[in-house]
């Protein structure tokens, strides 16, 4: 008996339909493997991931094979693996606040927004979009304010020249200059003694003259404040609200002339595979109802976006009022950023322990 396969038509015919069959048995596969998409965002750690954690779900459920993943992490770790890339990036976005964000800019490892794609951005406050710089979005703000342990304190501050009342002696906290808090404290001494970002002298002069007790980060700081070994401190408003949702005896002060707010941008990574859906993450951020949820308890984010009812909850951490919001206090970043490890070392050589 002859075979079939003998027959060079019959071969022809049968590879071309052993072809096909493989072609359409791995063809879901590689649907599956094009639908499938991960987007990388840099986030906060902790409960402040939360309102991130919201938005991911809404754009996994918006486009189905999507994953979101959200990395908690510091800046330099993440910085360092970006700059290390060799091609894509390893994330698609990250929030910076001003300092790392004019770092970014300099570095080349953010991207510039493009508004046509992002319909939200047409409502975001006008000042908080100069200080972008054209990159990324406006996503929050926070402040630095006065917290107090009020087992401690008898007579609560009002201003930030409260802080060298002779009561306060020897009880007052500051953070070490590494970080964006202890800069902003450097700059709020200054300012408020007659000085300022060029004139950083009357900062030094009255820090020393607080003979303060130096905490290595904010998280030292708060935890110096609940067991008592010092009074008072220049605090984010977030850590403030969190302590005290959790009971601990720590109040939050909006000192006179005003207190400090700084920005947090999500900024595109350069070179991200997917700039669309970091232009729908972004603008999502800037939607009134993302907005709203972030500025509320426990995380009380301070909204960029204009017509932003603050909640009640809100109030004593936030600006609830049109005055509060002129009232805010900003720092020249630009000419703070640039000498940063200067600064650091100055204020470790004054503050060694």
């Not at 908690?72 to 894509?88: H, L, R, T």
């Not at 003694?193 to 009357?202: A, K, R, T």
């Not at 290595?216 to 850590?239: H, K």
Request: net charge neutral; charged share 20%; hydrophobic share 40%.
């Amino acid at each position: 008996m002859t075979c079939f396969m003998n027959s060079p038509i019959d071969r022809r015919a049968f590879l071309s339909t052993a072809v096909a069959a493989g072609a359409a048995a791995t063809l879901p596969t590689r649907l599956l493997a094009q639908e499938a998409k991960e987007l990388v965002i840099v986030s906060f750690a902790g409960q402040l991931q939360e309102p991130h954690q919201w938005l991911a779900k809404r754009m996994e459920e918006k486009h189905p094979g999507l994953k979101v993943r959200l990395v908690p992490s510091e800046s330099q770790d993440v910085v360092a693996q970006i700059k290390a890339a060799q091609g894509y990036s390893p994330y698609d976005a990250l929030p910076n606040g001003e300092p790392p964000h004019l770092i970014g800019i300099r570095d080349g490892y953010i991207e510039k927004v493009d508004p046509a794609k992002i319909p939200n951005y047409a409502n975001l406050v006008p000042d908080f979009v100069a200080k972008s710089q054209g990159y990324g979005v406006p996503a929050s703000y926070s402040l630095i304010g006065i917290a107090y342990n009020e087992k401690m304190v008898k007579t609560p501050p009002k201003g930030w020249a409260d802080l060298w009342n002779p009561e306060y002696r020897g009880k007052v906290g500051i953070p070490r200059a590494s970080s964006n808090l202890g800069l902003g404290v450097l700059v709020i001494a200054a300012k408020t003694f007659g000085g300022s970002e060029d004139n950083l002298e009357p900062g030094w002069a009255k820090l020393q003259e607080l003979k303060p007790i130096v905490g290595r980060s904010p998280t030292q700081l708060l935890q110096m404040l609940e067991r008592e070994e010092i009074a008072l401190a220049p605090i984010w408003n977030n850590d403030a609200a969190g302590a005290a949702d959790k009971g601990l005896p720590i109040k939050f002060i909006k000192p006179t002339p005003g207190p400090v707010a700084i920005v947090s941008f999500m900024s595109a990574v350069a070179k991200t595979r997917h700039p669309d859906l970091v232009a729908e993450w972004m603008n999502l951020l800037l939607s009134v109802e993302y907005q709203t949820r972030a500025a509320n308890a426990p995380y009380f984010f301070g909204p960029t976006v204009k017509d932003v009812p603050i909640p009640e909850a809100a109030k004593p951490y936030t600006p609830a009022t049109p005055a509060e919001v002129l009232a805010l206090q900003s720092v020249d970043w630009a000419k703070i950023a640039p000498v940063r490890g200067k600064l650091v070392e100055q204020f470790d050589r004054l503050f060694a322990s």
